[in-house]
Structures are given as structure tokens and as C-alpha cells.
């Protein structure tokens, strides 16, 4: 009967998966402040954290789960073993609960359009302080909510939502993995110091340093936009957003010594010049 009504079924699949620290319940009375204004009322099947909403122009379905999210029936270690980037990696891994907006096979051909587009204005509608991370089946992309990304929910852009950089990619990388490209970084740095003393118009600089805290031996590498260089050190603002350390942070005016440089990259009359870790860390 219900291919009859609804069409005949077929792979559709389309969602928005909300990582949380909290479980937080949807229920009837809460869905229609969730929905953009003007929209169909809709026929609600289930309540309390389960639940299929139905229109004429939308059919999609609302779950709020008290555990952590398991695709392919497998936990939070395999989807965080995904992640290269650290700071995605303990966000999923620290996240209890998730809330997941999704359609099937079951939404109608012609109303997946519309349906993918309520999904999206649902989803800016439940960001808040428990929301660690955004999942997009559609394109595969997580993202860590910020302002710009939630803009663009509530504007309807998902493309653009889902692609939106939280600052830059924070990876691990042992030592001895980038030893080659950070000897030759540092053995061509006089070609930097030399761009950098010309400064011709149009020209651009950036150097990656190693930063700690005095307590640990833990290191970060962050790009520095130099305003002054010497053969002994580096002056300039902290670009990169520390991810553990204490001691600086974005903004900042920072002296490094030369010693600890790991890369650098300037860019002059359009020809890019660097970026040696970069690219062996990228994979490019």
C-alpha cells in the first residue's frame, strides 16, 4: 500500500548528524519552533526523542539518541579513527549523545528537494553549547559549528556549511616523519630571509614554529606572519590557534629563535615558494 502512495522505494538516503555532549529530548511540542516559519504543519508520528514528520511538501524523521553515534553498528573509536584532524578526533570521541535528521527511501522523489532543505534549517535550529560536531551524509564532511557555518544553515547554503574550515588543521605528526623536509626548510631559509628583505609589492610571508609550554614536552607548530628577521630570530603575530598550550595564543606578538623554525612559504609576483612540511603532512 504504501508504495502506492508514496512510489516505489529505491537507495535514497539523506541526514544531518548532530554530535552532542548531552542528551537533549525533540518532542511534539518543541518541533514547530524548529521549522522555518511559514512552513506546512505536520502530520507528527512518534514523540520524545523518535519521530516521523509529514506534509504535503516534506517527510523526514527526528532521532535523539542517548548514546553515542555507531555507523555500521560500530562505536565512536572508528568514526574518531576517520578523523586526522585532532581537534575532530576528541570531539567525537568525547561526544554522548547525538541527534540525527534524516529522510529515506520512504520521502517521496519530489519532495526530497524541499525535505533536504528543511533538514538543513532544523539542524541551525538545534545548534547550541552541547553541539560539538556536524556530520553530512550527503557529502561526507563534519564540521565544527562556528558562527559562519551556522549562517549559512540558516541561510539554506548546506554545501557551503559543510565546508567551512574551523581554523586550521590541528594533526599529529611524529617527529622523525617530517625530519627531511624541516632539514631542508632550514637549510634554504636564507632564500626567505632574502624575499622577505626585498618585500616587493604584492609579496607574502609565513613561517611555522615550534611552540611548548615550559610544564610539558608537548609541541605544537604554528604559523607566525614575521615582522621582523634576523639570523638569530623571528618576530611577528601568531596566525595559528593554539590547540593545548597555555602559554600564547592567537594574536599574540611572538620572538622565536631561528632554531625553531619547521617551515616557511612566501609568495612573490604569484610564484609560491615553501611549504615543505606542508605538503608531506597534507599527503600532497
Known amino acids: 500500500m504504501i508504495d502506492k502512495i508514496l512510489g516505489p522505494k529505491d537507495d535514497y538516503f539523506d541526514a544531518i548528524i548532530l554530535l552532542l555532549t548531552d542528551f537533549r529530548v525533540i518532542d511534539k511540542d518543541s518541533v514547530e519552533r524548529l521549522l522555518p516559519p511559514g512552513s506546512f504543519t505536520p502530520l507528527i508520528h512518534?514523540?520524545?526523542?523518535?519521530?516521523?514528520?509529514?506534509?504535503?511538501?516534506?517527510?523526514?524523521?527526528i532521532l535523539c539518541a542517548n548514546r553515542p553515534y555507531a555507523p555500521f553498528?560500530?562505536?565512536?573509536?572508528?568514526?574518531?579513527?576517520?578523523?586526522?584532524?585532532?581537534?575532530?578526533?576528541?570531539?567525537?570521541?568525547?561526544?554522548?549523545?547525538?541527534?540525527?535528521?534524516?529522510?529515506?527511501?520512504?520521502?517521496?522523489?519530489?519532495?526530497?528537494?524541499l525535505t533536504r532543505a528543511f533538514i538543513t534549517r532544523v539542524a541551525e535550529n538545534l545548534v547550541?553549547?552541547?553541539l560539538l560536531v556536524m556530520m553530512?551524509?550527503?557529502?561526507?564532511?563534519?564540521?565544527i559549528p562556528t558562527p559562519?557555518?551556522?549562517?549559512?544553515?540558516?541561510?539554506?547554503d548546506r554545501n557551503r556549511a559543510f565546508d567551512v574550515?574551523?581554523?586550521?588543521?590541528?594533526?599529529?605528526?611524529?617527529?622523525?616523519?617530517?625530519?627531511?623536509?624541516?632539514?631542508?626548510?632550514r637549510a634554504r631559509f636564507s632564500e626567505f630571509r632574502e624575499a622577505f628583505a626585498r618585500q616587493s609589492p604584492g609579496s607574502a610571508f609565513m613561517v611555522k614554529m615550534e611552540f611548548k609550554d615550559a610544564w610539558m614536552d608537548y609541541i605544537e607548530h604554528m604559523w607566525v606572519y614575521p615582522t621582523s628577521v634576523d639570523d638569530n630570530s623571528i618576530t611577528g603575530k601568531l596566525v595559528s590557534e593554539p590547540?593545548?598550550?597555555?602559554?600564547?595564543?592567537?594574536?599574540?606578538?611572538?620572538?622565536?629563535?631561528?632554531?625553531?623554525?619547521?617551515?616557511?612559504?612566501?609568495?612573490?609576483?604569484?610564484?609560491?615558494?615553501?611549504?615543505?612540511?606542508?605538503?608531506?603532512?597534507?599527503?600532497?
Open 165 to 185: 574550515r574551523s581554523g586550521d588543521p590541528v594533526l599529529s605528526v611524529r617527529k622523525e616523519q617530517i625530519a627531511t623536509e624541516v632539514a631542508e626548510a
Open 243 to 284: 590547540h593545548r598550550l597555555k602559554s600564547v595564543r592567537k594574536g599574540q606578538r611572538v620572538t622565536v629563535p631561528v632554531s625553531k623554525l619547521t617551515d616557511w612559504v612566501y609568495t612573490e609576483v604569484g610564484i609560491q615558494v615553501g611549504l615543505f612540511t606542508e605538503k608531506k603532512v597534507l599527503g600532497e
Open 46 to 61: 512518534g514523540d520524545r526523542g523518535e519521530m516521523t514528520l509529514m506534509s504535503p511538501g516534506y517527510v523526514f524523521n
Open 136 to 143: 553530512d551524509a550527503e557529502s561526507g564532511n563534519m564540521v
Open 128 to 130: 547550541d553549547d552541547t
Open 148 to 156: 559562519e557555518s551556522t549562517r549559512l544553515l540558516g541561510s539554506g
Open 73 to 113: 553498528g560500530r562505536g565512536p573509536e572508528y568514526l574518531a579513527d576517520l578523523c586526522r584532524d585532532l581537534r575532530y578526533k576528541e570531539r567525537v570521541t568525547q561526544h554522548r549523545a547525538f541527534i540525527s535528521l534524516n529522510a529515506n527511501s520512504e520521502t517521496p522523489a519530489p519532495m526530497r528537494e
